[in-house]
């Protein structure tokens, strides 16, 4: 098939042709040519990786460096260098159906050999550090991270990571030095102002775990921590004296419930005169309320499994409760109260007295402290949700399904899994949401004709087998709150699992679901310093 030239110009005289019929070497050509009808010479680079970014970057800006090719004795061209770049604008196509090429001689084998050798044994990827260069030069002259990501067909969280590393002296260092990947450096450029997030960071690197889960528990902190400070400031305009979250540390100690004082003669002190006690202030603190289920339209009827009439178990839900307390009970005038043993007659009443009193105190703090393991492992399950949910989502963009994703599929279907049956009945909203797209709204058959789309775009039984493990573990995903972790499943841990093996890392929190004892932060922390 004869090419198609736009542009002919010869870059050295013309010289005769030798005496084998070749043209001689200082002779070059270049000509604008339809990559279809240039044929794949030999090349030794076998492998054509799958790049969608390359290949979205032919198709809007073309063929930006020529490849180089040469006339066979039938007077086709033939590709010597350039083997990818031809192939893909094949199948893509380019903005004008045609792409450069520089015209050589043809060469004797071994130059051929060699010369693919060198250029493919030299070949490097762009270094990050040199990505991170070329966006911030983008970026100075005016260029937004969404041109920078759709030019260079680079994912836009790579632009992202750059951008952030180009605003944090220290990341980009260290990022430059070698000592962290652009993602790491990235995060750690977001935290850079606040030093406890970085050695937060950094023991986690220093025990070789990622910092995708450490990173989003300090993000979810600080947007606690300022809606910690707006109800704060919201109960102070209602004229109470409610104290900060730096200011109720310092006194938690000493600072006494009102309600556990008494005045001087033995009497609880009314609420009414709460705002009036020297050093009165009110504390708040962060607990988790647990609505009532909502009850069914016929309360006889019960069944192993919600139906699509019933209320699941409704989410707990985040609540501050205002204490009023003391900071200084002498300062006050009050007492604290106690039980009264003056009826007590004998030695054996009194011990009896204490032994109930020191028994219930126990039980008292093994509450709270089980009120403390709710709410630190409601918080983490927050952000661990968050996490794997990001995680899902760029999992389930493969074009493949990963080792074992058969046997997954066929256990949730042959068994009836309840959560692929609610998923199904209700058209598979997770799966719209971590592939993107709206979820439908409305009632009977809402969904049906987007679900048909997701299905018939997999045309390959590779791409069958990923869109029904997309839907399987979408499904699950849908069912999780932050009463699994409480209450996990074997299905939970079966697909926690295998997700654990495909690359995903699971939190502290969500090794519950595996079995595995949750170390808090803090205790995590402390093995770290010891170490």
Request: glycine share 6%.
């Amino acid at each position: 098939m004869t090419s198609t030239a736009t542009t002919s110009t010869a870059t050295a005289p013309a010289d005769e042709p030798t005496t084998d019929g070749s043209t001689d070497a200082s002779t070059e050509e270049f000509v604008y040519l339809d990559p279809g009808s240039i044929i794949i010479g030999s090349n030794v680079r076998t492998d054509l990786p799958d790049a969608k970014e390359f290949r979205r970057s032919i198709k809007e800006r073309g063929v930006l460096e020529a490849v180089t090719v040469y006339r066979n004795d039938e007077g086709q061209y033939v590709c010597l260098r350039g083997q990818r770049r031809t192939v893909e604008a094949a199948s893509v196509g380019t903005p004008t159906g045609l792409i450069p090429a520089r015209v050589v001689a043809k060469p004797e084998e071994a130059d051929r050999i060699v010369d693919q050798m060198v250029e493919n044994i030299h070949r490097a990827g762009m270094r990050e550090t040199e990505i991170v260069a070329g966006v911030e030069e983008l970026t100075l002259v005016g260029v937004s991270a969404a041109q920078i990501a759709k030019r260079l067909s680079v994912p836009r969280p790579t632009v992202n990571a750059a951008i952030a590393v180009t605003k944090a002296d220290q990341s980009r260092n260290r990022l430059d030095s070698g000592d962290l990947t652009l993602e790491e450096a990235a995060i750690f450029a977001e935290f850079e102002h606040d030093p406890d997030a970085v050695e937060r960071l950094e023991r986690r690197l220093r025990w070789g775990h990622g910092l995708d889960h450490e990173a989003q528990r300090l993000r979810d902190e600080a947007t606690e921590r300022a809606e910690y400070a707006a109800e704060v400031e919201r109960l102070r305009g209602d004229g109470l004296p409610v104290l900060t979250a730096e200011e109720a540390a310092e006194v938690e100690v000493t600072a006494v419930a009102i309600e556990d004082l008494r005045t001087a003669e033995g009497e609880p002190v009314p609420v009414e005169d709460w705002p009036s006690v020297t050093g009165a202030a009110v504390i708040l603190t962060e607990e988790w309320d647990y609505p009532e289920p909502a009850t069914s339209a016929t309360d006889d009827e019960t069944a192993d499994e919600p139906t699509d009439d019933e209320e699941e178990d409704p989410e707990p839900v985040k609540v501050f409760t205002a204490t009023w307390v003391v900071t200084d009970v002498e300062a006050s005038g009050l007492v604290y109260g106690s039980r009264s043993h003056g009826s007590a007659d004998t030695e054996s009443g009194a011990a009896s007295d204490g032994a109930d009193d020191a028994r219930a105190e126990e039980e008292a703090e093994a509450k709270r402290q089980e009120r403390r393991t709710v709410i630190a492992n409601n918080k983490a399950w927050v952000s661990a949700e968050t996490v794997r949910r990001d995680w899902l989502a760029g999992f389930l963009t493969r074009k493949s399904a990963p080792k074992g994703a058969e046997a997954l599929i066929c256990e949730a279907v042959l068994t009836g899994n309840y959560t692929l049956s609610k998923a199904m009945d209700h058209r598979h909203p997770m799966l719209f949401k971590l592939l993107g797209i709206d979820v439908p709204s409305g009632y009977y058959g809402a969904g049906y004709e987007e679900c048909q789309k997701i299905a018939t775009k997999a045309t390959t039984p590779k791409g069958a087998t990923m869109t029904v493990l997309a839907a399987v573990l979408a499904a699950w995903e849908d069912s999780t709150g932050k009463q699994t972790w409480r209450n996990p499943t074997g299905w939970d841990a079966r697909v926690l699992g295998v997700l654990a093996e495909w690359g995903y890392e699971p939190s502290d929190v969500e090794r519950l679901l595996l079995g595995d004892e949750a170390e808090s932060s803090a205790d995590r922390d402390a093995d770290s310093d010891a170490a």
